[in-house]
């Protein structure tokens, strides 16, 4: 069974930064995926980043330049730096890995003030 841990999240001041990290457990045999969507009070889920294996990282337009997606394949965890952050960055942010099926975290919370 396939599960994501993720951690980092918390109340940082505007202009700050944050790292979240989500380790995927339970062995699957291949990631096909890794990658961070946030979900805004009151909107729909979005992606944030996603780090395809193999292929080309792509970012939201609104974090570009500010969020960078990094693997580790060793143990298999997946981080999101988050640099310059702003109130309307302001979210519960969601780890998603693909094997054969997507996977999801818990979320966690980032709360930006200004």
């Known amino acids: 069974q396939v599960q994501l841990v993720e951690s980092g999240g918390g109340l940082v001041q505007e202009g700050g930064s944050l790292r979240l990290s989500c380790e995927v457990s339970?062995?699957?045999?291949?990631?096909?995926?890794m990658g961070w969507y946030r979900q805004l009070p009151g909107k729909q889920r979005e992606m944030v980043a996603i780090?395809?294996?193999?292929?080309?990282?792509d970012y939201a337009d609104s974090v570009k330049g500010r969020f960078s997606i990094s693997r580790d394949a060793a143990s298999s965890t997946v981080y999101l730096q988050m640099n310059s952050l702003k109130p309307e960055d302001t979210a519960v942010y969601y780890c998603?890995?693909?094997?054969?099926?997507?996977?999801w975290g818990q979320g966690t919370q980032v709360t930006v003030s200004s």
């Open positions: 998603v890995v693909a094997t054969t099926k997507y996977y």
């Open positions: 339970g062995r699957p045999l291949a990631l096909n995926l």
């Open positions: 780090s395809p294996t193999g292929g080309i990282t």
